[in-house]
């Protein structure tokens, strides 16, 4: 596979010129720069049908499950919060490479090809989502990863090629995992003198009595495999490297997109077993999310790069949501605020860290000061983006983690309790020292940056608007749909 695309790097592109349009570009180059607008563009408007399909979907078709395509495809709650999801995520991000490309023409390069892939991960990603199978949506999620691999890439920067095919190698190997786990799980089934089946509601069926040992393999290996595309420790050194290296519309795609399908292939094994395997799926569950918050602490108090900061921040988000989904029941509608409250805070802080990037040309906390002053979109989206992310209210992310943190106590999990709290204020802290600085303060570099545009900034303020609803007031049907998904994961 040719992983040497010529595509420009939407993170580190130079300043925006005043006053710069394609009118004044030369002749040669006319026709080109014409293509390259009109396919982001057309990236827009797919992404539109798309958002516009699954709102559809939500509000205005019947409610229930649907079984499509001779039982492949199923549209069910946990389809509907997903799609609706991950779409108009993908719709904000699409808008963000459009307005990129129109007013930074070096951007213009390449750009094809980026399109090109980032619409076959989306399909991908959607297919994912809808699979009624346990193995089309590892395929699908697979396709998912060689879609976004040359997406990392940046021309002229090897550090990127290493990464890209650090991701791909860590993926490969967790959905290795994830389906040598699904074979054990057939195993398992066989054992009971039936004929396995990846069907979601034919396994269902097919679960029952006490876990036997190829049940316990599986379960693990498929925790394991699906937590390294999640970032959850110890397969999660890929994710900061990832995180940082690739151009931030590709980093968005990845947070905020990728890890939700990851996550819906933990859902939907958690709806079949959780009843059955109660006890083993929630301790794995609990000591890889402890374990992937500590690491994620200790790399947030050592980090100089705000870039990588934030990516260290999505592996605490995985160890979190890891052990809201280690003790379902009470905490299951609170773990869905915050897993969709997460997806959002992603997307804003890292197109936002794209743009503080692309004006410092560095990602270093102590070379960055008085954003509020010299970018302030930029510097708004950074200072609420943080305070959601270190789950303040009034965000979704602080009803959340609080509904988790009750669902602690109430499962008896005390010791977890306070080593989750202790975990939480030492991230508080350093996340504040880090981060504050940067955006209050005088500016220590002068650069020339002209006015910033409104259509550069309404992707980012629709994610927070949204983000603040689901902390102060959540429409009706939004919100029977949060909780039909958290029953299915056990919610009483």
Same mark, same amino acid.
């Given at each position: 596979?040719?992983?040497?695309?010529?595509?420009?790097?939407?993170?580190?592109?130079?300043?925006?010129?005043?006053?710069?349009?394609?009118?004044?570009?030369?002749?040669?180059?006319?026709?080109?720069?014409?293509?390259?607008?009109?396919?982001?563009?057309?990236?827009?408007?797919?992404?539109?049908?798309?958002?516009?399909?699954?709102?559809?979907?939500?509000?205005?078709?019947?409610?229930?499950?649907?079984?499509?395509?001779?039982?492949?495809? !199923?549209?069910?709650?946990?389809?509907?919060?997903?799609?609706?999801?991950?779409?108009?995520?993908?719709?904000?991000?699409?808008?963000?490479?459009?307005?990129?490309?129109?007013?930074?023409?070096?951007?213009?390069?390449?750009? /094809?090809?980026?399109? $090109?892939?980032?619409?076959?991960?989306? !399909?991908?990603?959607? *297919?994912?989502?809808?699979?009624?199978?346990?193995?089309?949506? #590892?395929?699908? *999620? /697979?396709?998912?990863?060689?879609?976004?691999?040359?997406?990392?890439?940046?021309? $002229?920067?090897?550090?990127?090629?290493?990464?890209? #095919?650090?991701?791909?190698?860590?993926?490969?190997?967790?959905?290795?995992?994830?389906?040598?786990?699904?074979?054990?799980?057939?195993?398992? +089934? /066989?054992?009971?003198?039936?004929?396995?089946?990846?069907?979601?509601?034919?396994?269902?069926?097919?679960?029952?009595?006490?876990?036997?040992? #190829?049940?316990?393999?599986?379960?693990?290996?498929?925790?394991?495999?699906?937590?390294?595309?999640?970032?959850?420790?110890?397969?999660?050194?890929?994710?900061?490297?990832?995180?940082?290296?690739?151009?931030?519309?590709?980093?968005?795609?990845?947070?905020?997109?990728?890890?939700?399908?990851?996550?819906?292939?933990?859902?939907?094994?958690?709806?079949?077993?959780?009843?059955?395997?109660?006890?083993?799926?929630?301790?794995?569950?609990?000591?890889?999310?402890?374990?992937?918050?500590? !690491?994620?602490?200790?790399?947030? +108090?050592?980090?100089?790069?705000?870039?990588r900061l934030i990516a260290d921040a999505s592996i605490n988000h995985a160890g979190v949501i890891a052990?809201?989904?280690?003790?379902?029941?009470?905490?299951?509608?609170?773990?869905?605020?915050?897993?969709?409250?997460?997806?959002?805070?992603?997307?804003?802080?890292?197109?936002?860290?794209?743009?503080?990037?692309?004006?410092?040309?560095?990602?270093?906390?102590?070379?960055?000061?008085?954003?509020?002053?010299?970018?302030?979109?930029?510097?708004?989206?950074?200072?609420?983006?943080?305070?959601?992310?270190? $789950?303040?209210?009034?965000?979704?992310s602080f009803l959340g983690e609080l509904i988790i943190l009750s669902g602690l106590v109430r499962a008896?999990?005390?010791?977890?309790?306070?080593?989750?709290?202790?975990?939480?204020?030492?991230? &508080?802290?350093?996340?504040?020292?880090?981060?504050?600085?940067?955006?209050?303060?005088?500016?220590?570099?002068?650069?020339?940056?002209?006015?910033?545009?409104?259509?550069?900034?309404?992707?980012?303020?629709? &994610?927070?608007?949204?983000?603040?609803?689901? $902390?102060?007031?959540?429409?009706?049907?939004?919100?029977?749909?949060?909780?039909?998904?958290?029953?299915s994961l056990g919610a009483e």
């Open positions: 596979m040719n992983y040497n695309l010529k595509v420009k790097d939407l993170r580190s592109d130079p300043p925006i010129e005043p006053q710069t349009t394609d009118v004044l570009a030369p002749v040669t180059n006319a026709g080109p720069s014409i293509r390259a607008v009109r396919s982001t563009w057309l990236l827009v408007g797919i992404a539109a049908v798309g958002a516009a399909a699954a709102v559809s979907l939500t509000f205005f078709a019947a409610p229930g499950r649907t079984v499509l395509l001779d039982g492949y495809v !199923v549209i069910d709650s946990t389809a509907r919060l997903f799609l609706l999801l991950i779409n108009a995520i993908f719709l904000g991000i699409a808008v963000y490479i459009a307005n990129r490309v129109r007013t930074v023409p070096e951007l213009r390069e390449g750009i /094809e090809k980026f399109v $090109g892939l980032a619409l076959a991960f989306m !399909v991908a990603a959607d *297919l994912s989502i809808v699979s009624n199978h346990l193995l089309t949506a #590892w395929l699908f *999620l /697979e396709i998912t990863t060689v879609a976004a691999a040359p997406l990392i890439i940046r021309k $002229g920067v090897p550090s990127s090629l290493r990464a890209s #095919w650090r991701y791909f190698l860590f993926s490969s190997i967790g959905l290795g995992f994830t389906l040598l786990g699904f074979l054990c799980l057939a195993r398992s +089934i /066989e054992h009971t003198g039936t004929s396995p089946s990846f069907f979601l509601e034919q396994l269902t069926a097919q679960v029952s009595g006490p876990a036997d040992l #190829w049940r316990r393999l599986g379960l693990m290996l498929v925790f394991l495999g699906y937590g390294t595309k999640l970032g959850l420790a110890p397969m999660y050194s890929w994710l900061p490297e990832t995180y940082d290296e690739a151009p931030p519309a590709v980093t968005a795609l990845l947070a905020a997109v990728q890890f939700n399908c990851a996550l819906v292939g933990v859902f939907r094994v958690m709806q079949i077993y959780r009843s059955a395997d109660q006890g083993l799926v929630s301790e794995e569950l609990i000591t890889l999310g402890l374990m992937s918050m500590a !690491v994620s602490t200790f790399s947030i +108090i050592a980090t100089r790069n705000y870039k052990i809201g989904l280690g003790i379902g029941k009470q905490a299951s509608y609170g773990l869905l605020l915050y897993v969709v409250s997460n997806a959002f805070i992603k997307a804003i802080l890292f197109l936002t860290a794209g743009n503080i990037q692309s004006h410092y040309k560095t990602k270093d906390m102590g070379e960055v000061a008085g954003l509020i002053k010299d970018l302030p979109y930029s510097g708004l989206f950074l200072m609420v983006g943080t305070f959601a992310l270190l $789950g303040l209210p009034p965000f979704g008896g999990y005390l010791l977890v309790f306070v080593a989750f709290c202790a975990l939480l204020t030492v991230t &508080f802290v350093a996340t504040g020292r880090s981060i504050f600085p940067m955006i209050w303060g005088e500016p220590k570099i002068k650069v020339s940056w002209p006015r910033q545009s409104l259509i550069g900034a309404l992707p980012k303020l629709i &994610f927070l608007v949204a983000l603040i609803s689901m $902390g102060l007031y959540m429409p009706p049907q939004v919100n029977r749909l949060f909780r039909d998904v958290a029953a």
